[in-house]
């Protein structure tokens, strides 16, 4: 279970955070339905098929900003996190913690966890239907939905 969880969040709820909170894209909140929907559109998929979100360079987001700021930012994003470091075991060195971590989650070599890839597949379905009943099921679905996106928030009110 938690290596399904880890999975999700490393390839779903992550670059979600980033979209949420980050300046550097230059577009507001509700300019983010291009975004949702390429989520969307993929939870879909995954929710029949978990074994999508188990590939090592995955990225459901590419492709989803129109901008170029909010591209390069991305990028710059991603980039950050694959180059992570931090320090040895025993402290004495520096070393890259992103690339031994997702290898172990999406390629392990430990016994214990290779034996665990249909279940991981299982969860991670269950993870991407429970994620997407949040999406449409959301208190806030009335102001997400226009004809250009089925995410993008309606301001007719102004």
Not at 99 to 128: I, N, R, Y
């Amino acid at each position: 279970a938690l290596r399904a969880r880890a999975i999700f969040h490393v390839k779903v709820v992550s670059p979600l955070r980033f979209f949420a909170n980050s300046d550097a894209l230059g577009f507001s909140p509700a300019d983010k339905g291009t975004v949702l929907d390429k989520a969307y559109d993929f939870l879909i998929r995954a929710k029949g098929d978990g074994s999508l979100l188990m590939k090592f360079d995955l990225d459901i987001f590419e492709g989803a900003l129109d901008n170029e700021d909010g591209t390069h930012a991305y990028v710059a994003w991603n980039m950050a996190q694959r180059n992570q470091k931090g320090k040895s075991v025993d402290g004495t060195e520096t070393v890259n913690t992103h690339h031994p971590v997702m290898s172990e989650l999406f390629e392990p070599e430990d016994a214990d966890s290779q034996h665990t890839g249909d279940e991981t597949k299982a969860l991670l379905q269950l993870l991407a239907e429970g994620f997407l009943d949040g999406m449409v099921n959301s208190p806030l679905r009335e102001h997400l939905e226009s004809q250009d996106s089925k995410f993008s928030a309606q301001c007719s009110r102004f």
